[in-house]
């Protein structure tokens, strides 16, 4: 698992003045296994819809396959992949020994605060 990262300078207009903000870009080489917890096997196996599902699903094989796409480090050594459809769907996760992520829970924009700590007790028993 290596992260190669890159700053860019970008600027925009707002309301006359110049903004600067700074943009990284991650590259992302994963060499080991997801793993998922019983609380997101059961989690996932919940979702009713389909298109959210599926959209999961595809997130997960391009996860597998190294790429985590749209994430954000949380607190405590976990993360959350962000899919955006429906309400917009969460996947939280950690990783161990720079090999092994592990997929702790899931959840919605809705339930985000409660869904952190969660995940951040969970990692905590990894």
Do not use: C
């Not at 959209?55 to 391009?62: F, K, P, Q, S």
């Not at 796409?69 to 969460?90: L, Q, T």
């Not at 899931?106 to 990692?123: E, F, L, P, V």
């Amino acid at each position: 698992f290596v992260v190669a990262g890159n700053e860019h300078a970008a600027s925009s207009r707002l309301a006359g003045k110049p903004k600067k903000s700074t943009l990284l870009s991650v590259q992302l080489l994963f060499l080991g296994l997801i793993e998922q917890t019983k609380g997101f096997a059961e989690w996932r196996a919940s979702l009713k819809n389909l298109m959210a599902a599926t959209a999961i699903r595809r997130r997960l094989e391009r996860a597998q396959a190294g790429n985590l796409g749209d994430f954000k480090a949380v607190g405590e050594s976990v993360s959350e992949m962000r899919i955006d459809i429906g309400p917009g769907y969460r996947l939280y996760f950690t990783v161990r020994q720079m090999q092994v992520v592990f997929l702790l829970i899931g959840g919605t924009k809705a339930t985000q605060q409660s869904d952190i700590q969660n995940a951040i007790n969970m990692a905590k028993e990894i």
